[in-house]
């Protein structure tokens, strides 16, 4: 099933793309317990749940990566970077945030 929902980057709204079908095995232990996050948390199905949890979690990550490129870029890495200039610090965010 293929269908035009919003897409997120970061936490923002960045358009409209087509979903992609996934499919994902679980315990039914574990299926219980997310239909009960359902309910209290107010998502309209475990499928909505998901789809958020997973947003979440990639952005995390993203985020991390991202911390460490500028950290390596400032050099904090035990010198493992370079000291960069404000500028190329501006220049770095403006390439990874605002592409």
Do not use: W
């Amino acid at each position: 099933m293929i269908s035009n929902s919003n897409i997120y980057k970061n936490g923002e709204h960045t358009g409209c793309m087509a979903n992609q079908l996934v499919n994902l095995r679980i315990s039914s232990s574990l299926l219980t317990r997310t239909r009960k996050l359902v309910k209290q948390d107010g998502f309209n199905n475990v499928q909505d749940l998901l789809k958020n949890a997973l947003r979440d979690f990639v952005n995390k990550r993203e985020l991390e990566q991202n911390i460490i490129q500028l950290k390596k870029l400032y050099g904090s890495q035990k010198g493992k970077g370079k000291i960069a200039t404000k500028e190329e610090l501006d220049e770095h965010i403006r390439k990874v945030y605002m592409p």
